[in-house]
């Protein structure tokens, strides 16, 4: 009787407590909880979605889709405007939208096609049975891949951060230039263009990095960046544009040594320390891929990097990129026998940007064979050579062989200075595994003194000069030859 008790008046006392709350907390929290419970769905997977055709779209009205630097350059040398340089049409892009419950992440005008995310539930027949879809392609898992987001450039913030530097321009204005430490590189290459004046102008540069360091200064370590060095770039106005593929923005500052470093041996100027063979040329800095992943996905976003230097009029393209080896997924690594120069999408895009007027010069990937992009026929492949002390010979780097695509071109096209190289703070690098940039500048030199030369041309010209030396090593740039040839 007594605990019958007991239960009675504990039930009045919780009657009254849960009487006397608000009872607007519990619909709160209820609403709160609802809202967990049913979340939008979030879109992993990948899928490329290929266009029949380009739609009603005027091709004569190339300002819509081209800088103007791009179309004077095309009518300079007589590069044709075709459906390759028109956008995936605007309408596809919205009908896919309305469809299905996709996220659009961006697109590719050379291969006419459009990256979605989707759900897992997600049903690819609701979309292949529109009219202008011609297949659609699985493209795997998406990690951290952001939208493409038409946000403000932040080349006129690095513009505007650079000229709060002095700018050492008027140095290449005296009649004698100490090349400093780059000195080395244009003995190298036999290219005494630079010495004459030819230091790039004319020429825009696309630099492909994981990052660029811009806002992280020089330190008392010599670590960071010397923005005293690329000043000149924001006096100038030589940076047109930046864009992190990745990301889906325009900030291309993260902490990686990539970019940075490529600037530097490009376009730096350091009175009688270092002064860059294409130091005048203008740039554009992007960043395709992200430092902690690799996705196919990642491919596409380098051929979206390439279409956009194109849109823009840009000369050459320096990259170190390579695809299909060691995807996180090995499911979607790209197999030898497809290493042909014309199957993967980095590597056809590699040719189709050839027909438009740029040069890829691409660093030969550690993995022995060439990996696209660096099988395509129009990558300029430079393959490292270690700088032991300049003046007593050099040996091949640690990784890098002459080997056979599928189809039995040879890789690389070219020696480049790749170990123990000074940088613009006379501090030697053991190894910096980014030949191609002194490959890049040097040619934008060549380019610059050759300015009415189409790509085709100085692409045919470089290997016309190319020459072997006393000690077996092959393929190395004669610069001054190739003036010779071509003037």
Wanted: charged share 25%.
């Amino acid at each position: 009787m007594k605990s019958n008790c007991f239960f009675i008046i504990l039930l009045l006392l919780l009657t009254h407590f849960y009487g006397c709350r608000d009872t607007s907390l519990d619909a709160e929290l209820y609403s709160a909880y609802e809202d967990q419970i049913t979340p939008p769905s979030i879109k992993t997977e990948l899928y490329l979605i290929h266009f029949k055709d380009k739609g009603n779209q005027d091709i004569t009205k190339k300002e819509a889709f081209l800088s103007k630097e791009a179309i004077d350059k095309r009518a300079k040398h007589a590069i044709t405007t075709d459906q390759l340089d028109l956008p995936v049409y605007q309408e596809y892009i919205d009908e896919i939208k309305t469809t299905a419950d996709i996220e659009v992440m961006f697109a590719t005008r050379w291969f006419n096609a459009l990256v979605i995310a989707t759900g897992k539930d997600f049903d690819k027949k609701e979309l292949e049975a529109l009219g202008f879809v011609q297949k659609i392609e699985s493209f795997g898992e998406r990690k951290e891949l952001h939208s493409y987001e038409e946000g403000a450039n932040s080349t006129e913030r690095i513009t505007q951060k650079l000229t709060g530097y002095a700018s050492n321009s008027e140095y290449l204005s005296g009649t004698e230039i100490n090349f400093g430490s780059a000195l080395n590189t244009l003995e190298f290459y036999k290219n005494e263009l630079p010495q004459q004046g030819f230091l790039g102008q004319g020429i825009t540069i696309a630099l492909m990095g994981q990052g660029f360091l811009l806002d992280f200064e020089i330190d008392q370590e010599g670590e960071g960046t010397n923005l005293e060095a690329i000043a000149h770039l924001g006096d100038q106005r030589q940076i047109i544009d930046t864009y992190n593929f990745h990301r889906g923005d325009h900030e291309v500052d993260t902490r990686s040594w990539e970019g940075h470093i490529d600037l530097e041996f490009s376009a730096s100027i350091l009175p009688d320390q270092f002064v860059a063979p294409a130091c005048k040329a203008k740039y554009a800095l992007y960043v395709p891929e992200s430092s902690d992943q690799e996705e196919a996905v990642d491919e596409l976003l380098w051929v979206s990097a390439l279409e956009r230097a194109d849109s823009l009029g840009v000369h050459i393209v320096n990259s170190r990129n390579i695809f299909g080896s060691h995807f996180d997924d090995p499911n979607r690594n790209i197999p030898f026998e497809k290493m042909d120069g014309k199957t993967a999408y980095s590597s056809r895009a590699v040719n189709i940007a050839m027909s438009k007027g740029i040069l890829v010069i691409n660093t030969m990937p550690s993995t022995k064979v060439p990996t696209p992009p660096t099988d395509a026929s129009y990558t300029i492949v430079g393959s490292g050579i270690s700088q032991k002390f300049f003046g007593e010979g050099y040996q091949k780097a640690w990784s890098f062989e002459e080997v056979k695509t599928v189809d039995g071109r040879s890789k690389p096209d070219f020696f480049s200075i790749d170990q123990s190289v000074d940088d613009i703070r006379g501090k030697r690098l053991s190894f910096i595994a980014t030949g191609s940039i002194f490959l890049t500048a040097n040619i934008a030199s060549l380019w610059s003194a050759l300015p009415n030369k189409s790509a085709k041309e100085i692409y045919d010209l470089l290997h016309e000069s190319k020459e072997n030396d006393d000690t077996s090593l092959t393929n190395y740039i004669n610069i001054n030859k190739a003036y010779e040839i071509g003037k």
